[in-house]
């Protein structure tokens, strides 16, 4: 997918270019931390005479720009700074570079929440529910597959809403995901019933001579015409329907999209555990259906739960089980 090229015109314009370029050419899309270097750009240009460079001076004005967004938000930006800093310094050793120990203290990760086949299957029937509406006419069917989709092939929620009817292979129940991150596209296979569920919602279409051309987005709604859900929407859906089932955290807060991708990995993991498979040899497997380069990256969505801990003791105890046994005392008592 083709990038549009940034404009900077400040003094380090021409240094900016060369940094997104290279970033692109390894494989990445770059677009948020092009956007804070573009706002580093426009503000070292609409005053340069005050900062004719980035140094100490320029550097905290531009962060104070930034106070009125979230801390996260503005480490996130000024981490990107810095990056670029060191990057500029491996050609003019003298530049100026952030001290990163300065920066807003980082936010604990998110715990996420890990989704029953139960709440799944609760979601699936409140999604069937839905109303329809004059700007999506197939609401109950699009976000019930939606939300399928999301649980049953742990895709990201940016490429579920880039899929076009076009993506999907009945002959073969497959999904193409288009250069996702990292520009790569992936092949995955889905089950019969999943294929099902994408062939009632094309009948639907159908029915209702709706728009179904092999570009037409698959989760489709028919603002501007006819265009897939934006992220905005399709978690505001999301986000009533937990609602609706009072689905939510140890913290009483409603889970987020992204929590379908950790409980996908999850679930495969706690399936094979279940099956009693080679669970080593399956996440190479694991990682490459979920996108990711390696599997050390897929290891993130691996979170030890309760019913994995208890299928990987059971596990245990079925190979190994005979060769544990309890330490007598001298006396002959257990101990």
């Known amino acids: 997918m083709s990038r549009v090229t940034p404009m900077f015109s400040s003094r380090l314009a021409p240094i900016f270019v060369r940094y997104v370029g290279l970033k692109r050419a390894l494989g990445r899309h770059f677009d948020n931390p092009t956007r804070t270097l573009e706002l580093l750009d426009q503000f070292l240009r609409e005053r340069t005479s005050t900062y004719p460079d980035l140094n100490a001076a320029a550097f905290q004005a531009w962060c104070q720009t930034h106070e009125n967004v979230a801390s996260g938000v503005r480490r996130f930006r000024m981490i990107e700074v810095y990056k670029f800093c060191l990057y500029r310094r491996r050609t003019e050793p003298r530049c100026f570079v ?5 920066f807003p203290k980082p936010h604990q990760k998110v715990q996420p929440y890990i989704f029953s086949e139960q709440e799944v299957a609760r979601l699936l029937e409140a999604a069937s529910r839905l109303k329809r509406v004059s700007l999506s006419p197939l609401r109950p069917e699009v976000i019930r597959l939606a939300i399928a989709l999301l ?15 076009g993506d999907y292979d009945r002959r073969h129940a497959t999904l193409l995901i288009r250069e996702s991150k990292f520009h790569k596209s992936r092949l995955l296979p889905i089950n019969n019933d999943i294929a099902d569920e994408i062939d009632r919602y094309v009948r639907a279409r159908s029915l209702r001579k709706l728009p179904a051309f092999s570009d037409t987005a698959l989760i489709w709604n028919a603002t501007k015409g006819g265009r897939a859900y934006s992220c905005q929407n399709l978690r505001g859906c999301f986000r009533s329907l937990l ?9 009483g807060r409603l889970p987020r999209i992204h929590d379908a991708r950790h409980s996908f990995a999850v679930n495969a993991l706690l399936r094979w555990y279940r099956e009693g498979v080679e669970v080593d040899a399956k996440l190479p497997l694991l990682a ?31 190979h190994y089980g005979e060769l544990v046994a309890p330490v007598r005392g001298r006396k002959g008592g257990q101990r």
Do not use: N, V
């Open 98 to 102: 952030p001290d990163p120990t300065l």
């Open 151 to 165: 649980f049953t092939t742990g895709i990201r929620r940016r490429e579920l809403l880039r899929l076009t009817l």
């Open 243 to 251: 609602q609706q089932c009072s689905i939510l955290t140890a913290k």
């Open 288 to 318: 490459t259906y979920m996108g990711h380069a390696s599997a050390a990256a897929t290891h993130y969505y691996l979170h030890w739960i309760e019913p994995l801990r208890t299928a990987a003791s059971e596990k245990f105890a079925d």
